[in-house]
């Protein structure tokens, strides 16, 4: 048993070397202002878009900080000796890459592959070189000979060097030129063939940020971490229905509001880190809409639900079944704080909602996405040894509302 620790100017994260040593680590913060937000909801949307449509040792513990309300990313080093990257964490690819703000620093570990690559993310994209390079994830967690795109061009990076891919190894089909049917071995596969973590298993822990910059979250490569999560675990397999299949998809048996039927049989959807609101199928959506008095949607500004302030106090919990147990968005989890209305576009003293709308009806294999905002209630487990998505209560999981 060993500890490591180093210090970045900036706020506190914790990091597990074991499932009984903790150890802290700052990281830096970064201030944004104005409204920064308001184009994500539509963000959001096209992400979903483009996932519905495209064609193809121990454990350890890493900070992942709240970026600006938004992302959840975490320090990664990259080269040896290591350059760090603030790195958005996204279940819904696996590429790994950076250079969108801080520019790729070759080192001695670095090596040209000759291939360039490509990766569209809905929102945004890159195009660059690949290499092959060391990543640190983590103390202990060192992967060498990693495939790193260096981003030469990109777009909707603001704010971030890159993204850590840990959806699956076949969202990597098709993003390299000449060999286009190459298949790229994400962090999680390199992981475990070389031995610094016994399975593939992805432990996430967010939090509600309180802050536009808050460290509340954590990694757990290879395991999970007891520490972080309360009671029994509730699996689910990921889902055979396509094209929810070809992430980390799952199926939802039924979704409740109330006495509302939201989701009124077992349906597909997805799980995403990369996706910041919960969204609906438009049917499934409407219906969510209409239950709750006065509420619609601000089309024309931020993108998200307005909810009167008169109807809050009635709001119910918002229930997704899934693995045969009820996991539920209180009210405080399907609202935005107040103070946060700016960053998002909005109008001061304004309520605003989480819950959004797909883009699309339900019947297409894609009727959900479970984003940032249900995360942040739940520990979540992505077990690619087993094929399974699992969920646990957190001490955040209920909360009373306080406008």
Not at 117 to 122: A, E, Q
Not at 232 to 244: D, F, L, N, Q, W
Not at 273 to 294: E, K, N, Q, R, S
């Amino acid at each position: 048993m060993w500890s490591f620790s180093t210090f970045v100017s900036g706020v506190l994260i914790v990091v597990s070397v074991s499932a009984s040593s903790l150890v802290s680590i700052p990281l830096t913060k970064l201030e944004r202002t104005g409204s920064y937000l308001k184009w994500f909801p539509h963000a959001d949307r096209a992400r979903a878009s483009f996932l519905k449509s495209r064609t193809t040792g121990g454990p350890t513990t890493v900070p992942a900080s709240n970026l600006a309300y938004m992302q959840y990313t975490t320090s990664v080093g990259v080269g040896s000796p290591a350059t760090y990257y603030n790195m958005i964490v996204d279940t819904g690819s696996s590429n790994t890459f950076v250079g969108t703000g801080k520019k790729y620093v070759r080192s001695s570990t670095s090596v040209p592959t000759g291939q360039d690559v490509n990766v569209t993310y809905g929102s945004g994209f890159f195009t660059g070189a690949e290499y092959y390079d060391t990543v640190t994830l983590g103390p202990g967690l060192v992967i060498t000979n990693q495939s790193i795109g260096n981003a030469l061009r990109s777009a909707r990076f603001q704010g971030v060097d890159g993204i850590i891919g840990v959806g699956p190894v076949n969202l990597t089909h098709g993003t390299l030129s000449p060999d286009i049917h190459a298949f790229i071995p994400t962090i999680m596969n390199n992981a475990l063939k070389q031995g610094l973590i016994k399975k593939q298993i992805l432990g996430v822990s967010f939090a509600p940020a309180t802050t536009s910059n808050d460290s509340n979250g954590a990694l757990t490569y290879g395991g999970v971490d007891h520490a972080l999560y309360t009671g029994e675990i509730t699996y689910t397999p990921v889902t055979k229905t396509r094209p929810a299949a070809r992430y980390w998809g799952i199926n939802v048996t039924e979704s409740t509001y109330g006495t509302h039927a939201i989701i009124p049989q077992s349906t597909a959807g997805v799980v995403d880190t990369g996706t910041t609101l919960v969204l609906l199928a438009d049917d499934f959506f409407a219906v969510y809409l209409d239950a709750i008095p006065g509420a619609y949607l601000d089309v024309n500004n931020t993108g998200l639900i307005v909810i009167p302030s008169s109807s809050v106090a009635d709001m119910h919990p918002l229930g997704f079944k899934i693995g045969g147990c009820v996991l539920s968005m209180d009210t405080t989890a399907q609202l935005f704080p107040l103070d946060q209305n700016a960053a998002w576009g909005g109008e001061t003293g304004v309520q605003y909602g989480t819950i959004s709308n797909l883009g699309a009806d339900s019947g297409k294999g894609f009727d959900f996405i479970i984003g940032e905002k249900f995360m942040e209630k739940y520990y979540v487990i992505f077990d690619a040894d087993d094929n399974r998505v699992g969920f646990a209560y957190t001490d955040h999981t209920f909360s009373t509302y306080l406008p």
